[in-house]
């Protein structure tokens, strides 16, 4: 009676875990991972206050590649880190900054909907997750399926985007947020380099003023890796980050503060921010931000 | 005994996966919040979940929007509780948009917002009424300018 009993039971978890793994698309053998605070070499503790803190969306892929597009700024292969540099990153470290990088290329590549270049990064991306056992939460055949097949490239900038949320809110709560602060990095020097080579090469106000406002990033992510200081490599790339720092002390940035808008348009509320932000930037200034980043970016690059 | 043992560890072991089957809801409120927000492209999702309180309890964020890009916030109630979000943004401690008109009493799915200036904005959730609830928010990109 008991054997039936358990035998019953076990076919029900069974059947749980296929649908678990179902709506999930997650494989079902991630699930049971050792806990990835056991496996780090000493995370860096960090207040939950400071945590909360934490701008969420420091640096996205998204939406530069967005304003490149709606410029119509044609796409450019050689603008994205070749992922031959990927063996390069070694250290938890450097696998979390090579996520960042190859994530904000990734966006790159999905906003042109190039599927045929996307398989090998979403490749590198799965690996180097894997490296810092977050490979769970990066929806590799879900990805590869959409971009082998050329399907709906809404549903791979979705979930491409979301595989990115769900590794950084994950080592967040895992008392991870060092390597997540890197990922941010990572996406922030590789999107100020695509932003910067545009601008050199097209000159347009747009992506100039861009570059210029990457002054208000720098200012935020700053003292949130400043808090990881005592890590060396942190402190390297803090160093290198300060060269960047230092140039935007050139670039100035004013503001008029007006009065929002609201508008009630078929039901949908749309409301306009009427401030206005201006920034100047000399041309001198503008060249040394784009020659050190492009200096930055490859020495992380070659690790 | 030693299979009163057995069960017992089974049994505890399937409360897990039904824990991990609830974590699940959240997941099914942002494909919701997606519709929502309709054509518009993901940027990044906002887990709401208070308590009951007065005043209302509040869950806060901070968001970079850049300038010239129209976003769209959407938000999304679990119908397994009562609470009614309510998402408001803010500039420094400048109320600039919020989903829940108090004048007219209207809630809205999803409200859009033309940034003019890049910078840390705040997002603050709560429940109307200081009700229980869980939802999700979500920050998506509707076009650039």
């Known amino acids: 009676m008991t054997r039936r009993f358990i035998f019953f039971v076990v076919v029900i978890l069974l ?21 990835d605070s056991l496996k780090e070499d000493n995370p860096v503790p960090i207040s939950a206050a400071v945590i909360d803190d934490m701008v969420q969306n420091i640096a996205s892929p998204i939406e530069t590649a967005a304003v490149l597009k709606g410029l119509k700024v044609p796409f450019n292969k050689d603008l994205i880190a070749n992922t031959d540099f990927a063996e390069n990153f070694n250290t938890n470290f450097a696998k979390a900054l090579g996520l960042g990088i190859y994530g904000c290329d990734l966006g790159y590549l999905n906003m042109y909907g190039k599927t045929s270049l996307v398989i090998d990064y979403i490749s590198t991306i799965r690996s180097l997750a ?31 985007q979301q595989s990115m949320s769900r590794i950084d809110t994950y080592l967040r709560e895992n008392n991870r947020s060092n390597l997540s602060m890197v990922i941010v990095a990572g996406v922030w020097i590789e999107g100020l380099y695509i932003s910067s080579v545009v601008t050199q090469e097209s000159n347009h106000k ?98 | 005994m030693k299979n009163k043992f057995l069960i017992f560890a089974v049994l505890l072991f399937l409360l897990g996966l039904s824990g991990t089957a609830f974590a699940q809801t959240e997941d099914e409120l942002v494909e919701i919040c ?112």
């Open chain 2, 34 to 145: 997606g519709m929502i927000a309709k054509d518009a492209t993901y940027l990044k999702d906002f887990k709401i979940r208070l308590d009951a309180g007065d005043p209302p309890p509040l869950q806060r964020f901070s968001v970079i929007l850049k300038k010239d890009i129209k976003y769209r916030f959407s938000v999304c109630n679990s119908k397994d509780m009562e609470g009614k979000v309510i998402l408001e943004l803010f500039d420094n401690n400048r109320l600039i948009a919020t989903t829940y008109v108090i004048a007219t009493g209207k809630d809205y799915p999803y409200i859009d917002f033309t940034c003019t200036k890049t910078g840390a904005y705040h997002l603050s959730f709560k429940f109307k009424d200081g009700k229980p609830g869980l939802a999700v928010g979500l920050l998506s990109l509707v076009e650039t300018l």
């Open chain 1, 130 to 160: 894997d490296g810092i056992q977050v490979g769970q939460f990066f929806d590799f055949s879900t990805l590869k399926r959409l971009a082998t097949n050329n399907e709906n490239i809404d549903s791979l900038v979705l979930i491409s």
């Open chain 1, 206 to 303: 747009r992506m100039r003023d861009i570059v210029g406002e990457q002054k208000e990033i720098i200012n935020l992510l700053m003292p949130l890796l400043n808090h990881y200081k005592k890590d060396p490599n942190m402190a390297k790339l803090i160093k290198s980050f300060e060269e960047i720092k230092k140039l935007y002390s050139d670039v100035k940035i004013s503001y008029e503060i007006g009065e929002a808008t609201t508008l009630e348009v078929n039901g949908e509320l749309q409301i306009k921010q009427n401030d206005v932000q201006t920034i100047e930037m000399s041309d001198e200034t503008l060249q040394k931000i784009i020659d050190k980043v492009k200096e930055i970016r490859i020495k992380l690059l070659k690790g």
């Open chain 1, 15 to 35: 059947f749980s875990s296929c649908n678990s793994c179902r709506n999930s698309n997650k494989d079902v053998s991630d699930a049971f991972e050792i806990p």
